[in-house]
């Protein structure tokens, strides 16, 4: 042991760079490309495989412009490549960098999955209506998948997180190379003799077969002709969850569901029991409201019912019904009850008449006293004195108003002669 000589890993992985890339500056292969990309500098990656290989290849962006029908090119295309292995130290791996690439149709692979689904297809296998229904609430549900594989730690997680009743029986298996396809086979029977000889509150609901992406060749146990038989014959429903979303296998044409990820798988599963914790949280939530808006009202009700607010009640309601009886009363009411008003109204309205008549009445009598006086006056003698004349009268008062008259007047009688300022009495001769 302690002759023994140890060399670094980079030395080692060195090394063998040197003696591949060495011995394999040019070589020329055919083969099915898959997992074709395309990255953000320009180089496309991409596998090329056959039935029992695969390798790693890669397309630098300058190659890529002498080569434009790389843009053409698709999973399953089958390609002829020349270029060389270079080994990537860092990573400890080796790829074929191609120069030139052309294509030669579609792979084996590709050409096989096409034929066995038109097969398939025609013996009814994927027709609809055979189909079972999922069930919403399933009990007890059945995974075949990989024990450790992300796809089964994806699904579990799920369903712990959004289930609370359902039992998932794991069975482990093969899911990638030559014996799985035999291998998942297996387990669905095992899986389905099982659940038949369970008690009927230990059967299974769903079996869920799974795994995750992969290129077509790593998915390829999922094509198998006899596995498809299985699924279809199978007298519990099926939910395939292979592969991610764009990847398809003839497990997902013939289960009773086709799920584009084990997590979905695991979403419906759990869809409708999420649902209905929904429902009865909310259900939940509207008893606790409800409640408390019971009791509150009951305690209203007490607290309403106490002695001192019973006659705080009554006094309040026997002060309203007093008022009430108050507005009531007949002997304050006479006058609105006897329609009084209406002839006080009219006795007013009379009254106004009356009084306007009588002013108009007046004013005309006060106007016709005016204009006698207005004329009395300018008959009134007196008046014409102040233009210079004079009358006489008797000591009787009578007016001496001619020769004659005055002629007969007894001679020392006493005449008044007037003036507009006064008179004087004379004696006649």
Known sequence: MNNLRYVSVSSLVNELKGLLEGQFRSVSIEGE??????????????????????????????????????????????????????????RGTFQIIVKRITKQGKGDLKEQFEMLKKKLAADGLFDLEVKKEIPKLPKRVA????????????????????????????????????????????????????????????????IVLSRGGGSLEDLWCFNDEALAWDIFNCPIPTISAVGHQVDYSICDFVSDLRCETPSAAAQILSEEQSRLISRLENSRRHLVMSS?????????TVSLARPDR???????????????????????????????????????????????????????????????????????????????????????????????????????????IHFHDGKRKVIKE
């Open 143 to 206: 995974i075949i998948t990989a024990l450790r594989g992300a796809a089964l730690a994806d699904f579990l997680n799920i369903m712990k997180r959004r289930s609370h009743w359902v039992d998932v029986l794991v069975v482990p298996t093969l899911v990638q190379g030559d014996t799985a396809a035999q291998a998942i086979r297996k387990s669905l029977f095992n899986t389905i003799k099982y659940s038949m000889q369970a008690p009927e509150d230990k059967k299974l609901d769903v």
């Open 310 to 416: 019973l006659l705080s009640t009554v006094q309040r309601n026997h002060t309203r019904l007093a008022r009430r009886l108050e507005k009531l009363s007949l002997h304050k009411r006479e006058v609105e009850l006897l329609h009084i008003h209406d002839y006080w109204f009219r006795l007013d309205d009379l009254s106004k008449r009356a009084l306007s008549s009588i002013e108009k009445k007046k004013e005309n009598f006060v106007n016709i006293v005016e204009k006698k006086h207005d004329l009395l006056l300018a008959l009134n003698p007196k008046n014409i004195l102040n233009r210079g004349y004079s009358y006489l009268s008797s000591t009787d008062g009578s007016v001496v108003s001619s020769i004659d008259e005055f002629d007969d007047l007894p001679n020392r009688s006493v005449v008044d």
């Open 33 to 90: 490309i898959t997992n074709l990309s395309l990255s953000s500098s320009g180089h496309y990656y991409f596998t090329i495989s056959d039935k029992n290989a695969s390798l790693s290849a890669c397309l630098f962006k300058m190659d890529a412009m002498r080569n434009p029908e790389i843009r053409t090119l698709k999973d399953g295309d089958k390609v002829q490549c020349v270029g060389g292995i270079g080994v990537y130290a860092k």
């Open 292 to 300: 408390k808006e019971i009791i509150n009202s009951r305690k209203d």
